[in-house]
């Protein structure tokens, strides 16, 4: 029985990886709508770092697109584009609206859609479906076919890959369902669970990070308030930590493509059904406001050390929203940076995972491509890079200069302050 050809729409943290693991063993389109995505992938240079040239090359059956015609090919589309949020944290659902828009021009009977973008539970078949059916004049459930299988990529952990992480499937009747399940584990080493419906299957997903979110929250408070007690929370929690059954998260700065961006899909969902998730909230406002007490934390710091600050050089070190990874997407650095800034404070940035050019797209922020050296009054570890595990810090600060570190991995006799 011939394979049926699957089409791949678009190709970043998401998509990539699923193309190159199902095109080892048969026919895929890895399709973008960025030529020079497709350029950079033909000649085999992945960008995100998530996919090697070594690895590309095993994908022996997956050819890379951004025609829209060549989707005609296939019978099974599987859509990774992003699910953002706009600047009134509700979801941004046009990157879907548009790739289900196209989709629907070359759907044909017998075609299955599976979507693998975040979403509120309902929003496949309530937002996606009836763009399917307006743009194909095919029938849901007759003509076509839907699935919900959501991405669990953990960009830059080369450990807990695609095909070693469980998968959820989904599809919109029990035989769809069961195709659904049966093609991820094909690739999927790690095993699938198939879930009872679309829905359940969205609400499994937006739970997840609203979890972790929520987690991260609880004891970023805590760090709120071990603060104004002068207690170490790190010590705190290295203490609790003894029991057996105490979750070890650790305060910092929460940004990246889901855990600050997916409450926001749940929480507007519910919020038009009439009910106000005040935790979920609560744990948002906390979560995204330990930017502006980090800076605020390093601003006093510094006048305890007898800094003038206006005008003072402070040195923050990593933009990505995590450690040995280029992923820019919902950073919150930037939000220690801005803050710095309001006090008159000259701030200089580098990071060498991060790409200048998409830096300054992104925040209108230009990095520095080394450390000057130039002695600083404060220096701001905000995300742990290997590289930066080595600096000798000392060197590059002033003699009364400030060492904050967010991350906490550096000795604490080192530095003058940490979460």
């Not at 196209?102 to 479906?129: A, N």
């Not at 790190?234 to 600050?260: D, Q």
């Not at 749940?266 to 406002?285: D, F």
Request: aromatic letters at 8%; hydrophobic letters at 40%; proline letters at 5%.
């Amino acid at each position: 029985m011939t394979q049926k050809k699957i089409a791949i729409i678009g190709l970043g943290y998401v998509g990539l990886p699923l193309a190159v693991e199902f095109g080892k063993t048969r026919p895929v389109l890895g399709f973008d709508i960025h030529q020079a995505r497709i350029d950079e992938l033909v000649e085999g240079y992945d960008r995100t770092l998530e996919t090697s040239n070594d690895e590309l090359k095993l994908a022996s059956q997956l050819e890379f697109t951004s025609s829209f015609d060549r989707l005609k090919e296939a019978h099974i589309f599987i859509v990774t584009v992003p699910t953002p949020i706009d600047k009134n944290n509700k979801p941004d659902l046009s990157p879907l609206i548009g790739a289900s828009n196209m989709l629907g021009k070359v759907l044909k009977k017998g075609d299955i859609v599976i979507y693998e973008s975040t979403v509120y539970p309902g929003c496949t078949e309530e937002d996606c479906v009836p763009v399917l059916e307006n743009q194909s004049g095919l029938s849901y459930n007759l003509d076509f076919f839907c699935g919900y299988s959501p991405e669990r990529i953990v960009p830059g952990d080369k450990e807990r890959t695609l095909t070693k992480i469980r998968k959820i499937t989904s599809g919109s009747n029990p035989e769809i369902a069961e195709e659904v399940d049966q093609l991820y584990k094909t690739i999927i080493v790690a095993g699938t669970y198939k879930a009872p419906s679309i829905k359940v299957a969205e609400a499994a997903k937006v739970i997840e990070n609203c979890q972790r979110d929520l987690n991260i929250s609880f004891v970023n408070e805590l760090a709120l308030i071990f603060d104004r007690m002068n207690l170490d929370t790190t010590e705190v929690l290295e203490a609790a930590g003894t029991k057996f059954n105490f979750l070890p998260f650790k305060p910092g700065l929460v940004g990246g493509h889901c855990i600050s961006v997916d409450p926001y899909y749940l929480t507007s969902k519910a919020e038009s059904l009439g009910y106000y998730p005040e935790v979920i909230h609560s744990g948002r406002r906390i979560n995204d406001n330990m930017g502006a007490f980090i800076a605020n934390k390093v601003v006093k710091l510094m006048i305890q050390k007898n800094h003038t600050i206006k005008g003072a050089r402070v040195l923050v070190l990593g933009i990505t929203f995590k450690e040995n990874c280029p992923d820019l997407r919902n950073s919150k650095v930037i939000d220690v940076i801005n803050e710095l800034k309001e006090f008159g404070i000259e701030v200089a940035c580098f990071d060498p995972q991060a790409d200048a050019a998409e830096v300054y797209h992104e925040y209108k922020l230009n990095i520095d491509q080394e450390i000057s050296n130039e002695p600083l009054d404060a220096i701001v570890l905000a995300v742990s890079h290997t590289q930066f595990l080595s600096l000798d810090y000392k060197s590059r600060l002033k003699p009364n200069g400030v060492l904050f570190d967010v991350k906490a991995i550096l000795p604490k006799d080192l530095v003058d302050g940490r979460l």
